[in-house]
């Protein structure tokens, strides 16, 4: 049974960021990306031990962080703005076949198991179908963001930009290819945001956390 997305509008007035958010929504629309390198060796020895993918992880670990943090979850709502209780990542799977990817989701779940089990579930039933959405006869939920991996390349920077007027509010977060550094697996992470939404405070703030939350990920198994 998936659960229902709960939306609370924000009055822009009394909302402490409403000015910030209305400069740079409307007077200086701004957007900014960040990449930087994420130490992945304790979180990829933990799931390697437990025999689990580390993709579904990061999608899950990503998503959680994200939603401990108000900012990343505002969107605008038939013209109302305010923020989800939760975001859904959105994500690419790709077909060897023809090298193209198809955008399949996962509702997201504060346990990791059950997280992980749904993510399996989708990818055998839906994994094979082609498309820029592989879940036949549904549309990404409201609440969908997008967090994907690129793992050919391990960049230095990568950003996503979208060029539709739509107010788009939620973050963008991209991986790269693992790489060694002086003995330790590190692996790119990009993150793109609207300023309207965040600043550098609530980036770092992510950053921090994700990290933290990478060396200490056998907890979730």
């Known amino acids: 049974m998936k659960k229902e997305i709960k939306f609370t509008p924000i009055d822009l007035q009394t909302w402490s960021r409403g000015s910030v958010f209305y ?11 960040i ?20 993709f579904p992880a990061y999608l899950w670990l990503v998503t959680k962080v994200l939603n401990e943090q108000q900012e990343f979850r505002i969107a ?6 305010g923020y989800y209780d939760s975001l859904t990542p959105l994500y690419a799977t790709f077909h060897e076949d023809d090298k193209t990817f198809s955008l399949m989701w996962t509702e997201y779940d504060d346990d990791f198991g059950t997280f992980y089990q749904s993510y399996l579930d989708n990818k055998a039933k839906y994994g094979d179908h082609h498309g820029i959405l592989a879940q036949y006869g549904q549309i ?18 990568f950003a996503v930009h979208t060029y539709e007027s739509k107010a788009y509010y939620f973050p963008s977060v991209e991986a790269g290819k693992f790489c060694e550094k002086n003995g330790s ?37």
Not at 23 to 33: E, L, N, Q, V, W
Not at 203 to 213: G, I, Y
């Open 35 to 54: 990449t930087v390198d994420m130490d992945v060796t304790k979180m990829r020895a933990d799931l390697k031990k437990a025999g689990l993918k580390f």
């Open 23 to 33: 400069y740079f929504s409307h007077m200086a629309p701004t957007g900014y990306s």
């Open 185 to 221: 697996i590190m692996m790119p992470l990009s993150v793109t945001c609207h300023h309207a939404a965040t600043d550098g405070y609530h980036v770092n703030r992510f950053l921090e956390t994700l990290q933290s939350e990478m060396k200490s990920f056998e907890q979730y198994i």
């Open 140 to 157: 990404p939920p409201a609440n969908a963001y997008t967090v994907s991996c690129i793992p050919w390349v391990s960049f230095q920077h």
């Open 76 to 81: 605008d709502q038939d013209g109302h703005i």
